[in-house]
């Protein structure tokens, strides 16, 4: 079956721009994850959605960083008025239940600010 | 400040010897992880482990959790490869905790 898809890819953007990167989970998964990896790190956890639940978003570094989750599916992370320290791979993953035993990701969106 | 710390941080070694990569914490685990992810991808799960002693093998691949389920490690022996990649641990802190931490990685390298 179809894994976690996400795009663009690559995005390049100018500083002070606004970007929203998509992440569509694996068809009846009800967690999804995004993180962001940065070069030399690991993941850092930026938001949680599960269900119908209000999201965790103890992770979004700022208040620049929003995410939505719409239908309990597809979920787009906004970044506004990017900073070039934004630039990274932005993961998304998705799991059949809250704290299962695997999270599948995505190929990741790799962002670069310019 | 990592709650994992991955060592060695970066591996490179000839085909056919074997390697072992190091997984530590100073806080306690319920379970810990082994991904590993190749370049444009993501991480992909390769064994989780749940109770402290635990000992895993997945072919070539041997896990072990520590007694204290603080640390962790993978070994591989026989390196191929196609076990080059970006090597992640990570782990539930408690019994409902939900969100993942990740160590930095460890990038092995097997040449030919």
Known sequence: GAGVSQSPSNKVTEKGKDVE???????????LYWYRQSLGQGLEFLIYFQGNSAPDKSGLPSDRFSAER???SVSTLTIQRTQQEDSAVYLCA??????????FFGPGTRLTVL | TQLLEQSPQFLSIQEGENLTVYC???????????????????????VTVVTGGEVKKLK?????????????????????????GLYLCAGYRGSNDYKLSFGAGTTVTVRA
């Open chain 1, 21 to 31: 990167l998509r992440c569509d989970p694996i068809s009846g998964h009800t967690a």
């Open chain 1, 70 to 72: 719409t239908g309990g």
């Open chain 1, 94 to 103: 998705s799991s059949l239940v809250r704290r299962a035993d695997e999270q």
């Open chain 2, 24 to 46: 530590n914490s100073s806080s306690v685990f319920s379970s810990l992880q082994w991904y590993r992810q190749e370049p444009g991808e993501g991480p992909v799960l390769l």
């Open chain 2, 60 to 84: 070539r691949l041997t896990f072990q959790f520590g007694d204290a389920r603080k640390d962790s490690s993978l070994h591989i022996t026989a390196a191929q490869p196609g076990d080059t």
